[in-house]
């Protein structure tokens, strides 16, 4: 493992706490060492309290704080001898922990000290560094463990037996520390657990932590066989071969055992498909987790092929027999995370995006932590009464908790033509702030999506297979399709009938009609696995009730279109889709209006631009947001029970009502 440590960088940060900061984001940045708020931090240092008496303080990595990217304030400023205090308790209850660490800090709007404070107060060291390393998981993840780690690093290192994180942690590693360390003593290794190394500053922490884990790398190589560092992660992007239908339908019956949509992200990833495709896959992969703190990220094992029944019933079982450990406690919902299939490959679900890709990049890294202890002679995992302990520890579920609930629409997949512009781009807006995954297709992408939630993919409406090519991708990316809105359009050239250019006439039709017929062809039979039914709109226009002169293949495509959404409404209700249309008028912020044009035809009523764009009873002007909102709307649950409706947004017309 490289060592990053640079003298000219560390330097801008100042004092003991600088340091640590620079060293806690060093740690962050090597997803081999810690991933996604694993880990932890600490530096001791004097301080003058608001009375000027020097006061000895403890700064821990606060809860909630990713190592990665903390900042000062992410530390927790404790009075360092009163907790070294609470660990002469005989015990302490997690909450009463919790309590009694807030009372002792110096700042009163810091984070929730890390749970393992009072372990990093214990250790007699000015700066402290934490890792779940894959290499040291690898070692410890094994039945002859120990003893590998004493072949390994000797007497210079404290080896305490995995006991669950917090006071009891604390103790048993105060107790080990003070029988086992020495002069020689360089770090302490917690089995099936990390790391703790530790120096008079954080850079000797640190550098003690890169030394001994490439120990434990270089130890794998010769003794596994497996060269730990050449990462799953790394590996070329493959997919596997199952197709998306396969992965619509896993993703329809694993929402339905979590009780709401989820997310079912695919990995393309070769070492993973070669994983999945394992012959003893289902005996190596179901033994546990790479360490207890991911259970809460993936479950206690992932699901091998596509059986969800019986994952759930195994679950349900697994929650009977340990739920006595905490009287009262809540069932999760029973469902998978992680998901190994031979023809799909590496599969994450979750209700947000985010919640995918930390499932993924943790199975990624128990991928190779199995492989490395399975060279080892075996990979041993945590028997289930201590994967389940912190699966429902209720301070594992508070950081879960942390995140908050998420939105409304979150675990649904939209599907939005014509999404680089427009009413187009305003649904996609309007979509994702309400939580949903958007697949955004249009002819020109911006090529750079500023959420993760948005997949922008090219593709001609008008050709059938490069619009179910993109569909097919946006399924892989996401796992499925609830919500289709047919935005892409044109206005075309204006022109009177008599004076109708055939390839305009069949342009606009071909765009605006055909293009919905092909999206409709193309998402029928993933809309029909949505788990919480699917929903179509449709993007009509005023000219459907009320057509003016010189725009007859425009409004005639819509009136076409209109048409299509009454027929789909009736042939896909059994399949529970809804189909609905909406007829906007004068939607000025959109690119089929230029100024020029606005003028002109402002012009023509006699009235200002402005005037002109707000002719309606309202007397408000729509903008392409005003529709995104009320496509988002129509396409939520309050719309359920609608179907084959039409409504205008338009400000009020009397030429309608
Ligand atoms: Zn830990």
């Avoid at 006061?55 to 400023?77: C, H, M, N, R």
């Avoid at 040291?136 to 463990?145: D, F, I, R, V, W």
């Avoid at 190994?340 to 947000?352: F, H, N, Q, V, Y």
Wanted: charged residues 20%; glycine residues 8%; negative net charge.
């Amino acid at each position: 493992m490289k060592n990053l440590w640079n003298v000219t960088e560390a330097s801008t940060f100042s004092g003991p706490l600088g340091e640590c900061v620079y060293g806690s984001r060093l740690l962050g940045a090597e997803s081999a060492l810690v991933l996604h708020g694993g880990g932890n931090t600490s530096v001791k240092a004097q301080e003058s309290d608001i009375h000027g008496d020097q006061v000895d303080v403890l700064y821990v990595k606060g809860s909630g704080w990713d190592l990665a990217t903390i900042e000062p304030q992410g530390f927790a400023p404790l009075r360092l001898e009163a907790v070294k205090r609470l660990a002469e308790l005989p015990a302490l209850t997690d909450t009463e922990m919790v309590n009694q660490l807030r009372l002792n800090l110096l700042d009163a709007s810091a984070p929730n000290p890390s749970v393992e404070a009072i372990l990093h107060a214990s250790l007699p060291f000015t700066a402290v560094q934490h890792t779940h390393a894959d290499a040291a998981l690898a070692l410890t993840n094994t039945s002859e463990g120990e003893q590998r780690v004493r072949e390994l690093w000797g007497t210079s290192v404290v080896v305490v037996p995995y006991v669950m994180p917090g006071f009891d942690l604390a103790k048993a590693c105060a107790l080990e520390f003070e029988k086992q360390a020495n002069a020689d003593t360089v770090a302490m290794v917690l089995m099936n657990h990390g790391v703790f190394t530790f120096g008079d500053t954080t850079e000797q922490a640190y550098n003690n932590m890169i030394d001994v884990i490439t120990e434990a790398e270089n130890y794998l190589i010769t003794k596994a066989g497996v060269d730990i560092t050449n990462s799953a992660t790394l590996a070329t992007p493959v997919n596997a071969t199952g197709s998306a239908l396969d992965q619509a339908t896993l993703r329809q019956n694993l929402s339905n055992a979590a009780g709401r949509s989820m997310l079912l992200v695919r990995t393309p990833n070769q070492r993973a498909n070669v994983f999945a495709g394992r012959s003893d896959v289902a005996d190596v992969a179901c033994r546990g987790p790479a360490t207890p703190d991911h259970v809460i990220r993936t479950k206690q094992f992932p699901l091998i092929g596509r059986n969800i029944d019986k994952f759930v019933s195994n679950y349900h079982n697994y929650f009977e027999r340990n739920q006595d450990r905490f009287p009262g406690v809540q069932e999760l919902d029973p469902a998978p995370r992680v998901v190994l299939d031979s023809e799909l490959g590496l599969l994450t679900a979750g209700a947000r995006i985010s919640d995918c890709e930390i499932a993924s990049d943790i199975y990624l890294h128990t991928i190779d932590v199995i492989e490395a202890s399975e060279g080892l002679g075996g990979f041993v995992a945590l028997p289930e009464t201590d994967l389940f302990e912190v699966e429902y520890w209720e301070l594992e579920q508070a950081k879960l908790a942390k995140s908050g609930q998420p939105p409304a629409m979150s675990g649904e997949v939209a599907v939005v033509t014509g999404s680089a512009s427009g009413i187009g781009r305003a649904c996609v807006e309007a979509l994702i702030s309400r939580g949903a995954a958007v697949i955004g297709i249009d002819l020109n992408t911006s090529g750079t999506p500023t959420t993760p939630s948005l997949l922008e993919l090219t593709a001609d409406v008008t050709d059938p297979e490069s619009l179910a090519t993109a569909v097919n991708m946006g399924v892989e990316r996401f796992g499925g399709i609830d919500i289709v809105v047919a935005a892409a359009g044109i206005f075309g050239a204006s022109s009177e009938i008599a004076d109708i250019v055939q390839s305009d006439w069949e342009t606009t039709l071909s765009v605006n009609l055909n293009g919905v017929t092909n999206l409709l062809q193309a998402t029928h039979p993933f809309l029909a696995l949505s788990p919480s039914g699917g929903r179509v709109l449709l993007v009509g226009s005023k000219n459907v009730p009320a057509p003016g002169k010189g725009a007859a293949a425009y409004s005639a495509s819509k009136a076409a279109v209109t048409q299509l959404g009454r027929v789909a409404a009736l042939e896909w209700a059994e399949d529970g889709i809804v189909v609905n249309t909406i007829h906007p008028d004068g939607v000025f912020d959109t690119g089929l209006w230029s100024q020029e044009l606005v003028d002109e035809r402002a012009a023509n009523y006699g009235l200002t631009a402005d005037e002109y764009k707000r002719r309606n009873l309202l007397g408000q002007e729509i903008t392409s947001g005003d529709v995104g909102e009320l496509v988002a709307a129509m396409c939520s649950h309050s719309f359920r029970q609608i179907t084959g409706a039409q409504i205008p947004i338009d400000g009020g017309s009397d030429r309608v009502i």
